[in-house]
């Protein structure tokens, strides 16, 4: 039996940096993680809707030396923590620490995990029993729309002020 948590669901994946919260470029700690304006809001009206909740970054900051794996992974363990604080839940983070022209050689590689390459996509689809039709991904750049449709997701480009405005509009809810 599929316990409560772990039903048949749609997910949405959400991109990181100009979606969830505010792209200052290579982001890493918390001091510089500014909530694009409804973000919490957003994942909490997803996860009432019952999506499960992905964010799927790509992170060359780590192959190119300025920030390790675990400050990606720190960064997102505390992301999830403020999250939880406001009744909003975010399922699981994906990442892509590659980049073919890094400077760390054990990250300096061409990706297929790395958007437009679907693969952080199809992991978290292979891992969780997610209802991939009516599922979808935002992002505020071309990379994470190729990405869902290599996925054989449906891709919106988030280009607005407010991501819950956003995703009560991609739900049909009334704002
Ligand atoms: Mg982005």
């Not at 599929?2 to 700690?29: C, K, T």
């Not at 997803?46 to 992974?73: I, K, M, P």
């Not at 750049?141 to 991609?170: C, K, M, P, Q, S």
Request: aromatic share 10%; net charge negative; proline share 5%.
């Amino acid at each position: 039996m599929v316990s409560e948590d772990r039903q048949i669901r749609p997910a949405v994946f959400l991109d990181r940096d100009g979606v969830v919260n505010r792209d200052v470029g290579y982001a890493h700690h918390p001091d510089q993680i500014v909530w694009v304006d409804g973000a919490m809001e957003a994942v909490k009206i997803l996860n009432d809707a019952g999506y499960y909740v992905f964010v799927v970054t790509n992170q060359s900051g780590v192959a190119r030396g300025y920030y390790t794996e675990d400050h990606v992974r720190d960064l997102h363990t505390w992301m999830g923590a403020q999250m939880a604080l406001h009744g909003a839940r975010i399922d699981a983070f994906a990442y892509c620490p590659d980049h073919p022209e890094g400077t760390v050689p054990a990250y300096t590689k061409a990706s297929d995990r790395r958007k437009p390459g679907p693969g952080m996509i199809l992991e978290l689809l292979a891992a969780w029993p997610v209802e991939k039709d009516r599922s979808f991904m935002i992002g505020d750049r071309d990379i994470d729309v190729e990405a869902a449709t290599a996925a054989g997701i449906a891709g919106y480009l988030f280009a607005e002020a407010n991501l819950a405005d956003f995703v009560r509009a991609r739900l049909g809810l009334p704002g």
